[in-house]
């Protein structure tokens, strides 16, 4: 096992039995933490936050370590410049306190790309692999990190956080051109599609597959608006229970 774990050979295959029972084991972690966090208060589920933040951060943080002592790390693919490598790293600066103008972003960027790359993964290391685990936990991890703030501080985004939203992520589009230009990378999948089968491959060659999906994008911002939109006759947008320090 021990072998299995630190190898990187271990093929995946999208819809296969690892792929689903991952995602029956993250359903489960979820329903588990939404009921957690509904009998806990602010301050508890403050520090349940902190700590699922803390233990994203040290999982990109320990595997890349180990991926880098493999002598496997690749400054063109492995650097976290994914929004979900990204915001796991940072998970302790984004989510250790609340914040509703942060949190409105990260919502919907999480929701509509974390979530899809759960359902069709970019992911080429098979169970037990320590590249499988990172993958998931990660991607898995932040989807759970964000519904949690979601419901324990009311933290509803609104209708025009949609576009706040697609402005920061072209901001961070354009600011990835010329990092992928230097590195001869592709990082956000700017330069070609991935490898793997993904949504991409049904949106046209590049690039204009990109522009296709600058539209899917509200389009998907919009889903995820759906459940805020029935909620807000329970809850004020924007409005956030008391905090502690």
Excluded at 145 to 162: D, N, T
Excluded at 177 to 184: R, W
Aim: proline share 6%; hydrophobic share 55%.
């Amino acid at each position: 096992m021990d072998h299995l774990f630190f190898s990187f050979d271990i093929p995946f295959a999208s819809f296969s039995s690892s792929h689903w029972w991952t995602l029956v084991v993250f359903t489960g972690i979820l329903a588990l933490t939404i009921k957690i966090g509904g009998r806990l208060g602010a301050e508890q589920n403050l520090w349940l936050g902190r700590l699922l933040a803390l233990f994203l951060s040290v999982t990109v943080v320990i595997f890349s370590w180990i991926h880098s002592y493999n002598g496997l790390f690749n400054y063109k693919v492995d650097l976290p410049l994914s929004i979900c490598n990204l915001f796991a790293l940072l998970a302790p600066l984004l989510f250790w306190q609340p914040n509703f103008k942060r949190f409105e972003v990260i919502y919907f960027l999480v929701l509509c790309g974390t979530f899809q790359a759960m359902l069709t993964p970019d992911l080429y290391a098979g169970f037990p692999s320590y590249g499988f685990f990172k993958y998931w936990i990660v991607h898995g991890g932040l989807v759970i990190l964000v519904i949690h703030h979601l419901l324990a501080f009311r933290l509803i985004p609104q209708a025009k956080s949609m576009l706040r939203t697609f402005v920061w992520l072209n901001i961070y589009l354009l600011l990835l051109i010329p990092v992928n230009l230097g590195l001869d990378a592709n990082y956000f999948y700017l330069m070609e599609k991935p490898l793997n089968p993904s949504l991409l491959d049904y949106l046209g060659p590049w690039p204009f597959y990109i522009l296709v999906c600058e539209i899917l994008a509200m389009g998907f911002f919009a889903i995820a608006y759906v459940p805020i939109y029935i909620s807000k006759k329970y809850f004020s947008a924007g409005a956030t229970i008391d905090l502690p320090d």
